[in-house]
Protein backbone atom coordinates (compact mmCIF):
# COMPACT_ATOMS: atom_id res chain seq x y z
CA UNK A 1 0.00 0.00 0.00
CA UNK A 2 1.45 3.30 -0.71
CA UNK A 3 0.37 6.05 2.06
CA UNK A 4 1.20 9.07 -0.39
CA UNK A 5 3.86 10.31 1.53
CA UNK A 6 6.92 10.32 -0.58
CA UNK A 7 8.74 13.87 -0.22
CA UNK A 8 6.72 15.05 2.84
CA UNK A 9 8.78 16.34 5.49
CA UNK A 10 8.60 15.37 9.25
CA UNK A 11 10.42 15.54 12.51
CA UNK A 12 10.72 12.63 14.87
CA UNK A 13 11.20 13.26 18.21
CA UNK A 14 13.00 10.72 20.32
CA UNK A 15 14.04 8.85 17.49
CA UNK A 16 17.51 7.24 17.88
CA UNK A 17 15.80 3.85 19.31
CA UNK A 18 13.14 2.06 20.61
CA UNK A 19 9.14 3.37 18.97
CA UNK A 20 10.82 6.24 17.49
CA UNK A 21 13.33 4.57 15.21
CA UNK A 22 10.54 2.26 14.40
CA UNK A 23 8.51 5.54 13.09
CA UNK A 24 12.12 7.09 11.42
CA UNK A 25 12.28 3.55 9.39
CA UNK A 26 8.71 3.01 8.68
CA UNK A 27 8.67 6.98 7.29
CA UNK A 28 12.17 6.82 5.72
CA UNK A 29 10.69 3.43 3.71
CA UNK A 30 7.57 5.91 2.49
CA UNK A 31 10.40 8.49 1.52
CA UNK A 32 9.89 11.19 3.93
CA UNK A 33 12.31 13.52 4.55
CA UNK A 34 13.94 13.08 7.85
CA UNK A 35 15.02 15.73 11.05
CA UNK A 36 15.26 13.22 13.91
CA UNK A 37 15.95 14.29 17.59
CA UNK A 38 17.43 12.52 20.58
CA UNK A 39 20.22 13.24 23.33
CA UNK A 40 22.57 10.77 22.79
CA UNK A 41 24.78 11.93 19.79
CA UNK A 42 26.81 8.64 19.17
CA UNK A 43 22.78 6.63 18.81
CA UNK A 44 21.85 8.84 16.91
CA UNK A 45 24.16 9.28 14.57
CA UNK A 46 24.24 5.50 14.14
CA UNK A 47 20.93 5.02 13.86
CA UNK A 48 19.89 7.91 11.54
CA UNK A 49 22.82 6.33 9.30
CA UNK A 50 21.73 3.06 9.01
CA UNK A 51 18.28 4.09 8.44
CA UNK A 52 19.46 6.25 5.52
CA UNK A 53 21.76 3.45 4.07
CA UNK A 54 18.52 0.98 4.10
CA UNK A 55 16.66 3.28 2.94
CA UNK A 56 17.86 6.27 0.56
CA UNK A 57 16.15 8.84 2.72
CA UNK A 58 17.43 12.29 3.72
CA UNK A 59 17.97 12.55 7.37
CA UNK A 60 19.26 14.99 9.64
CA UNK A 61 20.06 14.09 13.31
CA UNK A 62 20.16 16.61 15.86
CA UNK A 63 21.80 15.84 18.98
CA UNK A 64 19.44 17.93 21.93
CA UNK A 65 16.92 17.26 24.66
CA UNK A 66 13.70 17.85 22.75
CA UNK A 67 12.28 18.80 26.61
CA UNK A 68 14.17 22.33 26.29
CA UNK A 69 13.93 25.44 24.78
CA UNK A 70 16.98 25.08 23.49
CA UNK A 71 16.55 21.77 21.99
CA UNK A 72 13.28 23.01 20.50
CA UNK A 73 14.78 25.65 19.10
CA UNK A 74 17.13 23.60 17.16
CA UNK A 75 15.00 21.53 15.56
CA UNK A 76 12.62 23.89 14.29
CA UNK A 77 15.99 25.45 12.27
CA UNK A 78 16.67 22.22 10.66
CA UNK A 79 12.76 21.97 9.49
CA UNK A 80 10.43 24.72 10.50
CA UNK A 81 7.66 23.91 8.53
CA UNK A 82 7.00 19.79 8.85
CA UNK A 83 4.59 18.27 7.49
CA UNK A 84 4.11 15.61 10.03
CA UNK A 85 5.29 15.59 13.43
CA UNK A 86 5.93 12.45 15.79
CA UNK A 87 6.90 12.81 19.43
CA UNK A 88 8.35 10.37 21.70
CA UNK A 89 10.87 9.83 24.96
CA UNK A 90 11.70 6.99 27.14
CA UNK A 91 9.41 5.48 29.40
CA UNK A 92 9.04 7.99 33.01
CA UNK A 93 10.86 6.10 35.54
CA UNK A 94 8.84 2.95 37.33
CA UNK A 95 6.84 3.88 40.89
CA UNK A 96 6.30 1.87 43.90
CA UNK A 97 3.84 3.74 46.62
CA UNK A 98 2.24 6.56 45.30
CA UNK A 99 3.33 8.26 48.50
CA UNK A 100 6.46 8.64 47.43
CA UNK A 101 6.41 10.56 44.28
CA UNK A 102 6.96 13.92 44.81
CA UNK A 103 6.82 17.51 43.15
CA UNK A 104 10.05 17.02 41.55
CA UNK A 105 9.38 14.01 40.35
CA UNK A 106 6.33 15.21 38.89
CA UNK A 107 7.83 18.38 37.06
CA UNK A 108 11.01 16.60 35.58
CA UNK A 109 8.65 14.20 33.69
CA UNK A 110 5.63 16.41 33.08
CA UNK A 111 8.41 18.70 30.88
CA UNK A 112 9.24 15.66 28.21
CA UNK A 113 6.01 13.96 28.40
CA UNK A 114 3.46 16.38 28.16
CA UNK A 115 5.27 20.25 27.76
CA UNK A 116 7.63 19.25 24.90
CA UNK A 117 4.60 17.94 22.96
CA UNK A 118 2.60 20.88 23.14
CA UNK A 119 5.22 23.30 22.67
CA UNK A 120 5.77 21.33 18.98
CA UNK A 121 2.43 21.05 18.15
CA UNK A 122 1.38 25.07 18.97
CA UNK A 123 4.88 25.83 17.07
CA UNK A 124 4.03 23.73 13.35
CA UNK A 125 0.12 23.31 13.85
CA UNK A 126 -0.41 26.82 12.86
CA UNK A 127 1.59 26.48 9.20
CA UNK A 128 -0.14 22.78 8.58
CA UNK A 129 -3.27 24.42 8.73
CA UNK A 130 -2.43 26.93 6.80
CA UNK A 131 -0.55 24.63 3.98
CA UNK A 132 -4.00 22.22 4.21
CA UNK A 133 -1.89 19.41 5.12
CA UNK A 134 -0.10 17.93 8.43
CA UNK A 135 0.08 15.09 10.12
CA UNK A 136 0.63 14.75 14.14
CA UNK A 137 1.49 11.53 16.00
CA UNK A 138 2.17 11.51 19.33
CA UNK A 139 3.44 7.87 21.17
CA UNK A 140 2.50 7.88 24.66
CA UNK A 141 1.77 4.83 26.59
CA UNK A 142 -1.59 2.38 27.26
CA UNK A 143 -1.12 3.49 30.91
CA UNK A 144 -2.94 6.67 29.83
CA UNK A 145 -5.98 4.97 29.25
CA UNK A 146 -5.53 2.20 32.24
CA UNK A 147 -4.07 3.71 34.94
CA UNK A 148 -1.53 1.44 37.47
CA UNK A 149 0.43 2.62 40.94
CA UNK A 150 3.35 2.06 38.58
CA UNK A 151 2.87 3.59 36.05
CA UNK A 152 1.78 7.05 38.05
CA UNK A 153 4.65 9.18 36.05
CA UNK A 154 3.70 7.72 32.77
CA UNK A 155 0.12 7.52 32.94
CA UNK A 156 -1.52 10.80 34.06
CA UNK A 157 0.82 13.00 31.40
CA UNK A 158 0.11 11.19 28.58
CA UNK A 159 -4.07 11.36 29.53
CA UNK A 160 -3.46 14.72 29.36
CA UNK A 161 -1.48 14.97 26.11
CA UNK A 162 -4.25 13.26 24.79
CA UNK A 163 -7.11 15.19 25.99
CA UNK A 164 -4.97 18.50 24.46
CA UNK A 165 -4.65 16.25 21.25
CA UNK A 166 -8.27 15.52 20.96
CA UNK A 167 -9.51 19.26 21.55
CA UNK A 168 -6.69 20.67 19.31
CA UNK A 169 -7.69 18.29 16.66
CA UNK A 170 -11.13 19.08 16.47
CA UNK A 171 -10.23 22.60 16.08
CA UNK A 172 -7.69 21.64 12.36
CA UNK A 173 -9.46 18.45 11.03
CA UNK A 174 -11.28 20.99 8.38
CA UNK A 175 -7.73 22.24 7.42
CA UNK A 176 -6.61 18.20 6.91
CA UNK A 177 -4.32 18.30 9.84
CA UNK A 178 -4.73 14.81 11.63
CA UNK A 179 -3.57 14.65 15.12
CA UNK A 180 -3.72 11.07 16.49
CA UNK A 181 -2.41 8.86 19.26
CA UNK A 182 -0.18 5.60 19.53
CA UNK A 183 -0.41 3.89 23.16
CA UNK A 184 1.89 1.47 23.35
CA UNK A 185 2.20 -2.27 25.73
CA UNK A 186 5.20 -3.28 26.55
CA UNK A 187 7.22 -3.97 23.28
CA UNK A 188 11.24 -5.29 22.94
CA UNK A 189 12.97 -1.45 22.63
CA UNK A 190 16.37 -0.16 24.40
CA UNK A 191 14.59 1.26 27.83
CA UNK A 192 13.18 -2.44 28.16
CA UNK A 193 16.41 -4.39 27.54
CA UNK A 194 18.02 -1.61 29.92
CA UNK A 195 15.21 -3.12 32.63
CA UNK A 196 14.65 -6.55 31.80
CA UNK A 197 18.43 -7.74 31.59
CA UNK A 198 19.15 -5.95 34.66
CA UNK A 199 16.53 -8.19 36.42
CA UNK A 200 17.92 -10.97 34.75
CA UNK A 201 21.08 -10.56 35.86
CA UNK A 202 19.66 -9.65 40.01
CA UNK A 203 17.63 -12.48 39.49
CA UNK A 204 19.97 -15.06 38.29
CA UNK A 205 17.15 -15.67 35.14
CA UNK A 206 17.73 -14.47 31.30
CA UNK A 207 15.67 -11.64 29.55
CA UNK A 208 13.72 -14.19 28.02
CA UNK A 209 12.69 -15.48 31.47
CA UNK A 210 12.10 -11.95 32.62
CA UNK A 211 10.03 -11.13 29.98
CA UNK A 212 7.65 -14.35 30.25
CA UNK A 213 7.18 -13.51 34.38
CA UNK A 214 5.58 -10.24 33.03
CA UNK A 215 3.47 -11.61 30.29
CA UNK A 216 2.81 -13.71 32.63
CA UNK A 217 2.04 -12.20 35.87
CA UNK A 218 0.24 -9.08 33.60
CA UNK A 219 -1.59 -11.47 31.57
CA UNK A 220 -1.09 -10.21 28.34
CA UNK A 221 -3.16 -12.24 25.75
CA UNK A 222 -0.49 -12.40 22.78
CA UNK A 223 1.76 -13.93 24.96
CA UNK A 224 5.04 -11.80 23.85
CA UNK A 225 5.84 -8.19 23.71
CA UNK A 226 5.53 -6.13 20.65
CA UNK A 227 8.36 -5.35 17.97
CA UNK A 228 8.34 -1.62 18.09
CA UNK A 229 8.64 -1.41 14.08
CA UNK A 230 5.36 -2.75 13.82
CA UNK A 231 4.54 0.09 16.05
CA UNK A 232 6.58 2.40 13.57
CA UNK A 233 4.19 1.39 10.81
CA UNK A 234 1.23 2.14 12.41
CA UNK A 235 2.28 5.90 13.14
CA UNK A 236 3.54 5.71 9.64
CA UNK A 237 -0.12 4.95 8.56
CA UNK A 238 -1.61 7.69 10.76
CA UNK A 239 0.75 9.79 8.87
CA UNK A 240 -0.40 8.57 5.66
CA UNK A 241 -2.79 10.67 3.12
CA UNK A 242 -5.23 7.96 3.68
CA UNK A 243 -5.73 8.83 7.52
CA UNK A 244 -7.37 12.30 6.36
CA UNK A 245 -10.65 11.21 7.97
CA UNK A 246 -9.11 10.25 11.62
CA UNK A 247 -9.21 12.77 13.84
CA UNK A 248 -8.21 12.91 17.40
CA UNK A 249 -7.71 8.79 18.11
CA UNK A 250 -5.68 6.80 20.44
CA UNK A 251 -4.83 3.52 19.24
CA UNK A 252 -4.26 1.37 22.14
CA UNK A 253 -1.27 -1.55 20.65
CA UNK A 254 -0.42 -3.77 23.93
CA UNK A 255 -1.26 -7.55 22.70
CA UNK A 256 -5.00 -7.44 23.86
CA UNK A 257 -3.59 -6.67 27.45
CA UNK A 258 -6.26 -4.17 28.01
CA UNK A 259 -9.18 -5.12 25.83
CA UNK A 260 -12.45 -3.65 26.42
CA UNK A 261 -15.41 -4.87 24.35
CA UNK A 262 -15.14 -0.95 22.35
N1 LIG B 1 8.89 0.04 25.74
C1 LIG B 1 7.74 -0.30 26.25
O1 LIG B 1 7.47 -1.48 26.51
C2 LIG B 1 6.71 0.74 26.54
C3 LIG B 1 5.52 0.37 27.19
C4 LIG B 1 4.53 1.33 27.36
C5 LIG B 1 4.73 2.62 26.90
N2 LIG B 1 5.91 2.94 26.32
C6 LIG B 1 6.06 4.33 25.84
O2 LIG B 1 6.52 4.33 24.51
C7 LIG B 1 7.35 5.47 24.28
C8 LIG B 1 8.68 5.08 23.68
O3 LIG B 1 9.33 4.18 24.58
P1 LIG B 1 10.58 3.32 24.12
O4 LIG B 1 10.62 2.12 24.99
O5 LIG B 1 10.57 3.18 22.64
O6 LIG B 1 11.76 4.31 24.56
P2 LIG B 1 13.37 4.14 24.32
O7 LIG B 1 13.69 2.80 23.77
O8 LIG B 1 14.01 4.56 25.59
O9 LIG B 1 13.65 5.22 23.20
C9 LIG B 1 13.39 6.57 23.49
C10 LIG B 1 13.98 7.45 22.41
O10 LIG B 1 13.71 8.81 22.76
C11 LIG B 1 14.95 9.51 22.93
N3 LIG B 1 14.73 10.52 23.97
C12 LIG B 1 14.35 10.31 25.25
N4 LIG B 1 14.23 11.47 25.90
C13 LIG B 1 14.53 12.46 25.00
C14 LIG B 1 14.60 13.87 25.07
N5 LIG B 1 14.31 14.52 26.20
N6 LIG B 1 14.96 14.57 23.96
C15 LIG B 1 15.26 13.91 22.81
N7 LIG B 1 15.20 12.56 22.69
C16 LIG B 1 14.84 11.85 23.78
C17 LIG B 1 15.96 8.43 23.26
O11 LIG B 1 17.29 8.78 22.94
P3 LIG B 1 18.25 9.49 24.06
O12 LIG B 1 18.09 8.70 25.32
O13 LIG B 1 19.60 9.43 23.47
O14 LIG B 1 17.74 10.88 24.20
C18 LIG B 1 15.48 7.34 22.31
O15 LIG B 1 15.86 7.63 20.99
C19 LIG B 1 7.44 6.19 25.63
O16 LIG B 1 6.46 7.20 25.65
C20 LIG B 1 7.09 5.12 26.64
O17 LIG B 1 6.54 5.64 27.82
C21 LIG B 1 6.89 2.05 26.14
Known amino acids: ?21 GAVLSLAREGVDLVVSARGEERLLRACEEVALETGASITPIACDHSTDEGREKILAA ?50 AKRGWGRVVNIGTGAAKYPAQVRI ?21 KDNVMINNVLPGMHHTSSIADRYNAMAEQNGTSYDEEIQKFVDEWRIPAGIFGDPEHIGDFVAMFCSQQAAFIAGQSLVIDGGQTNSTF
Open 153 to 173: LSGPPRAALVNYCVAVAKVVA
Open 1 to 21: MDLGISGKKAIVNGGSAGMGL
Open 79 to 128: CPDPDILVGTCSPPPFTGDYQTVDNSDWLDNLEVTLLSPVQFMKAVVPGM
